[in-house]
């Protein structure tokens, strides 16, 4: 059984870092591509960026290039994303989520995703 778990999230101010972690088990990690996708309350989920499975080449939506950062550790099945420079518009819930082969950016397949963690961020 594959379980994508995420931790991290919380209430912070604008202009505050978070941290968010997920944890896999139940696959073979360094085979797929992992991300990060978010979803605002009436909206739909969106991608936030990815990770490829061994060089760790990244992909980003464009409103967080240069603020959030993904990075993974095969050998601890961990992927984590790095939020800097928080605006009340990166409020949403965000899902970690593990993709069909190669894939790592915008439009590719997600086969597995994590249950969510919150963030939200005061203006």
């Known amino acids: 059984q594959v379980r994508l778990v995420e931790s991290g999230g919380g209430l912070v101010q604008a202009g505050a870092s978070l941290r968010l972690s997920c944890v896999a088990s139940g696959l073979t990690f360094s085979s797929y591509g992992m991300g990060w996708f978010r979803q605002a309350p009436g909206k739909e989920r969106d991608f936030v960026g990815g990770?490829?499975?061994?060089?760790?080449?990244?992909s980003y939506t464009d409103s967080v290039k240069g603020r959030f950062t993904i990075t993974r550790d095969n050998a601890k099945n961990t992927v984590d994303l790095q939020m800097n420079s928080l605006k009340p518009e990166d409020t949403a819930v965000y899902y970690c989520?593990?993709?069909?082969?190669?894939?790592?950016?915008?439009?590719?397949?997600?086969?597995?995703w994590g249950q969510g963690t919150q963030v939200t961020v005061s203006s």
């Open positions: 989520a593990a993709f069909g082969g190669s894939g790592y950016s915008q439009g590719a397949t997600v086969n597995y």
């Open positions: 990770i490829s499975r061994i060089q760790s080449w990244t």
